[in-house]
């Protein structure tokens, strides 16, 4: 399972960016997808996750500003980022919870694509 993202670049504050991200390969099923963020000498964390049903999950310091959606029969995610913040520099990464057959067990593996740099100056 092969997750690309797109999108990503320089922004000023208060501006807006839009991410992307498509999932391919094999797999039964696409649960879970999310956007995470890595910001330099900080831990990963969440952003924003959507579930398969369209139920939605946000970190407090995006809630109102960031909003997630996800195409399923595309299997693609996405993440536009408003009213952007310096705070929000940081590398984003797609991750996706799928379902695959191996050896004829079902069995859940989580993917994450290439991360993608978001720079937002003040």
């Known amino acids: 399972v092969q997750l690309q993202a797109s999108g990503g670049g320089l922004v000023q504050a208060g501006g807006s960016l839009g991410l992307s991200c498509a999932a391919s390969?094999?797999?039964?099923?696409?649960?879970?997808m999310g956007w995470y963020r890595q910001a330099p000498g900080k831990e990963r964390e969440m952003v924003a996750r959507?579930?398969?049903?369209?139920?939605?999950d946000y970190a407090d310091s995006v809630k109102g500003r960031f909003a997630i959606s996800r195409d399923n029969a595309e299997n693609t995610v996405s993440l536009r980022m408003n009213s952007l913040k310096p705070e929000d520099t940081a590398v984003y990464y797609c991750?996706?919870?799928?379902?695959?057959?191996?050896?004829?067990?079902?069995?859940?593996?989580?993917?994450w694509g290439k991360g993608t740099l978001v720079t937002v100056s003040s």
């Open positions: 991750n996706a919870d799928v379902h695959r057959i191996l050896t004829g067990t079902l069995v859940g593996m989580t993917y």
């Open positions: 390969g094999s797999f039964l099923r696409i649960n879970r």
């Open positions: 959507i579930t398969s049903g369209g139920s939605t």
